[in-house]
């Protein structure tokens, strides 16, 4: 039966005893690989960067975050808490130097909590469930990295992700973390393995359809998969989305691997489904009330009607560049308009979403990354999972509604998760225009139990005073 901690949070889980020597014997059998990398990195050599396309740089850390970022994981109601070390998580000393190499100091809450039950031996299956923005992609990448068989250069772990941008991020971490290693990574999504050639790398990561593609024309071996991994899995396995692709993918996965399930939201309808698709799982997971992520304040604006809609939004500009800011809508033909009105009128904003060609989505979302552009207007294309620190508002445009029409809080805890990383502080805006957009964000409001805050649309004093409060550490 799962166990209620102190903290609220459910574990189930088989309590090995044998489970920190299973961990150190694994750390053992990556040992002695990488000095090499280690060598090359001390001599400030680069390690090696992998496969095409490039993963993106990721944000520096900021320093300013860093002392109520101490708090924060010294205070036992954080899901930023730990009571332990990294040391004391039995990881190898290669990707110990790469976890510092990021400057991580001490795990959070799910790294503390996954990574042991990850690394137990006979592998598990895990489903794991932690909030926006806590580290849930370390917790696997470290996981991945710790159970390849380096003498090996056949794919042995492969994770799926819903979208190129969140790919090539999880690409960007599992490289840095393992930057002290020898790994061999790969990309497969759309346009990143040439006709005819074979994946030659022990870590793949890939969106469901380009990875299924790859596997049955031969391109990617997937008899030796140990780790398989779904990120944003609640997504991953929703019917409506990309279930099906992804039960094509593991079907193709004939080796029986250790299937691991990470994502800040389970939606019942989905935990049964994923039960079935992890079966005998450890699982992490979250009640309701602490869905939201304490550092996120969430604001809503009465419009009049769409074309105010727009005008508050233009009105809003100088406040969005104060960080940086992410604009949410529901169509792609919205984003390329409301990009395109904005740009008319003078101001410096980027549109992305599925319609547009890889190379375009690569390049807007890396000068966003970069701080180059600072307001970026998209779908729900990139509504989970993107990590850049500086985003500090998020505006939702349109309201998110399932794809039969109904509120999506589950979609809405993921838009307002891009901003309020990992401690830092960060606001939602929602524009409200209508009865219809007013029901939605009433009825997410119930389901979360956050209160969402009135702004009047003609005092952007207000906002900036609201800024200034709510951003300040
Ligand atoms: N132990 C740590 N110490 C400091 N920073 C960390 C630590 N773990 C992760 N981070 C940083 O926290 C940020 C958020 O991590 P990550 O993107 O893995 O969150 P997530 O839980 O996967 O979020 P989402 O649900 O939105 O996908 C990243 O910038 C990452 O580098």
């Given amino acids: 039966m799962p166990q209620d901690d102190e903290q609220g949070w459910i574990t189930e889980s088989n309590n090995n005893p044998e489970q920190q020597d299973n961990v150190t014997s694994l750390a053992d059998r990556i040992g002695g690989l990488s000095t090499e990398k280690a060598e090359q990195a001390d001599q400030g050599e680069k390690a090696e960067q992998g496969d095409q396309p490039q993963q993106p740089q990721q944000p520096k850390q900021e320093l300013e975050v860093s002392v109520t970022l101490a708090d924060q994981q010294a205070d036992p109601n954080s899901p930023l808490y730990s009571a332990s070390t990294f040391e004391e998580l039995g990881l190898h000393e290669n990707l110990l130097k790469g976890i510092y190499a990021m400057k991580f100091q001490k795990p959070s809450k799910i790294q503390e909590r996954a990574l042991p039950l990850l690394l137990q031996n006979p592998p598990r299956n895990m489903i794991a469930q932690s909030q926006s923005g806590t580290g849930k992609t370390a917790a696997f990448a470290l996981a991945i990295l710790s159970r390849i068989n380096y003498d090996s250069s056949n794919p042995q772990a492969v994770v799926l992700s819903p979208s190129r941008e969140l790919a090539r991020q999880t690409m960007s971490v599992i490289q840095q973390m393992g930057q002290f290693t020898n790994v061999k990574t790969a990309f497969a999504i759309k346009d990143a393995i040439p006709k005819g050639s074979k994946v030659d790398a022990q870590v793949i990561v890939a969106t469901p359809g380009a990875l299924v593609d790859a596997v049955r024309k031969g391109q ?20 409506h989305s990309m279930g099906d692709q992804s039960i094509k993918a593991k079907n193709l996965i004939t080796s029986k691997p250790q299937i691991l399930l990470f994502s800040a939201t389970f939606p019942d309808i989905v935990r049964n489904f994923a039960a079935k698709f992890a079966p005998a799982a450890n699982e992490i ?44 809508v529901h169509r792609r033909d ?121 702004v009047d649309t003609s005092d952007f004093d207000a906002m900036e005073a609201i800024m200034k409060k709510e951003l300040k550490d």
């Fill in 285 to 328: 997971r979250l009640k309701q009330e602490e869905l939201s992520v304490e550092g996120i304040k969430q604001f809503y604006m009465d419009c009049d009607n769409l074309e105010h809609k727009f005008k508050v939004l233009v009105e809003l500009y100088e406040l969005m560049t104060v960080g940086q800011s992410i604009i949410f």
């Fill in 334 to 454: 919205t984003a390329d308009e409301i990009a395109h009105r904005m740009t008319a009128e003078g101001h410096t904003v980027v549109s992305l979403h599925g319609k547009q060609e890889s190379s375009e989505r690569d390049l807007t979302i890396d000068s966003f990354r970069d701080g180059k552009t600072k307001v970026l207007i998209t779908t729900n294309v990139i509504a989970r999972g993107i990590d850049i620190s500086q985003v500090n508002m998020v505006i939702n445009y349109d309201m998110p509604k399932t794809a039969s029409g109904k509120p999506d809080s589950e979609t809405y805890l993921h838009r307002i998760g891009r901003t309020g990383r990992f401690g830092r502080k960060g606001l939602a805006v929602n524009f409200i225009h209508d009865k219809e957009s007013w029901k939605v964000m009433n009825s997410i409001e119930e389901t979360l139990k956050k209160e969402i805050i009135k």
């Fill in 220 to 239: 990617i071996n997937a008899k030796e998969v140990k780790v398989f991994v779904l990120d944003e899995a609640d997504n991953m396995l929703d019917q």
